[in-house]
């Protein structure tokens, strides 16, 4: 009976130790895959809500914004798009391939400037054909300058006041204009490219030289040029300054009218002091031939004390026109001129006077002879 009764025990025992180690063997293999599994997750950076957050910005985040002197937009020819603002608030241009486009300055019989006309005022022609107008706007649009500057032995006592007229210019002018300067005698040096520093102007402008003759033609075929070929901004301009006639040019004035004129062309606004000029009607003549042809103004004034207020007017006149663009009726063929005139017309206005390029040579080659250095 005792031995049985140990048996009886034993098998007993057996029958309940046996399940129990097979339990306690689940649980450890068990607490050994989740221990693995913690220091898996412990090698990875944990991703928390607030880890995410700083990983993808949400819809409403404010976009990193570029750097001050990052580029503007080109408004070169394009496939049509709709017009916009860009991230720095400063309008984008946009025209189609085949749009012609045209910077007017509207003023009344009392040549003040009219800035309140809509899209139904303008009618513009070419060649005497109406054409349809499928872009227009009226905003301050920035433009690409260059600054040309005589700097012939006889600009030598000017210069001060013409330098002080021109960095005056820049500060009335819209901001984000890209500006260069050239300075000209018998030659036209590039002494400072694209820029709005008024410092680096400031600097290029007072590089004198006064000296030599006046190619004043050479200067400014060569400054469209500069425009044409490095411009990233589709309104250009440019603002001459001289006290005589040239006398220097390889170019006539002609041949710089021509070039000025080719499609895209710059308009040329001109200061001609002309005070003490042995031929000042045919120095004139030309500074109004190039101005009226290309859209600008020609200025005389009769005192240097004049030339600053006169540079501040042509900032205000060219911060105020109209961008009217239009696809000619009919094809345009290389090299072939076209004549432009535009009209305006609105009620509560008398009679307006648009100005604007009186044409443009269409897809023609440029035939420069010199570059500004």
């Known amino acids: 009976m005792p031995g049985r009764d140990i048996t009886h025990l034993l098998n007993k025992s057996q029958k309940v130790f046996f399940p129990l180690l097979f339990l306690l063997c689940l649980c450890l293999g068990q607490s050994v895959q989740v221990g693995a599994q913690d220091k898996t997750e412990s090698a990875a950076p944990a991703t928390t809500p607030e880890s995410t957050a700083k990983q993808e910005p949400t819809a409403s985040q404010e976009p990193a914004k570029p750097a001050e002197n990052t580029p503007l937009p080109s408004a070169t020819p394009q496939d049509s798009q709709p017009d916009k603002t860009d991230s720095q608030g400063v309008f984008v241009f946009r025209k189609t391939v085949d749009e012609v486009m045209l910077h007017a300055t509207v003023v009344d019989d009392k ?6 006309l809509d899209r139904s005022a303008f009618s513009v022609f070419e060649d005497g054909k109406p054409q349809s107008i499928i872009s227009f706007h009226h905003v301050d649009i920035p433009v690409a300058m260059g600054i040309v500057i005589d700097n012939s032995g006889s600009m030598r006592e000017k210069r001060n006041k013409v330098n002080q007229a021109a960095l005056n210019l820049v500060r009335s002018s819209n901001p984000r204009d890209e500006v260069f300067i050239v300075n000209f005698n018998d030659e036209q040096y590039l002494d400072q490219d694209f820029t709005h520093d008024l410092l680096k102007l400031k600097e290029a402008l007072e590089k004198i030289d006064a000296r030599g003759g006046t190619a004043l033609y050479d200067a400014v075929v060569a ?20 006290d005589g006639e040239d006398n220097a ?4 004035l002609e041949q710089a009218v021509k070039q000025l004129q080719e499609e895209g062309g710059p308009s040329v606004y001109a200061i001609g002091v002309l005070g003490d000029e042995e031929h000042p009607k045919r120095a004139k003549k030309a500074l109004q031939v ?17 030339v600053d207020e006169i540079s501040r007017t042509i900032a205000n006149d060219i911060r105020n026109q109209y961008a009217i663009g239009y696809k000619p009726v009919s094809p345009k063929k290389v090299g072939e001129f076209r004549q432009i005139r535009v009209e305006a017309k609105a009620k509560g206005h008398g009679k307006m006077i648009v100005r604007t390029k009186s044409g443009y040579f269409a897809g023609a080659e440029t035939a420069t002879t010199g570059a500004a250095k």
């Open 290 to 306: 190039i101005a009226d042809r290309t859209g600008g103004i020609a200025f005389f004034p009769k005192t240097l004390d004049e």
């Open 111 to 116: 040549q003040r400037i009219v800035t309140t």
């Open 223 to 242: 400054s469209a040029e500069h425009l044409k070929k490095n411009a990233r901004l589709e309104k250009k301009v440019i603002f001459v300054v001289t």
């Open 249 to 252: 040019s390889s170019e006539t």
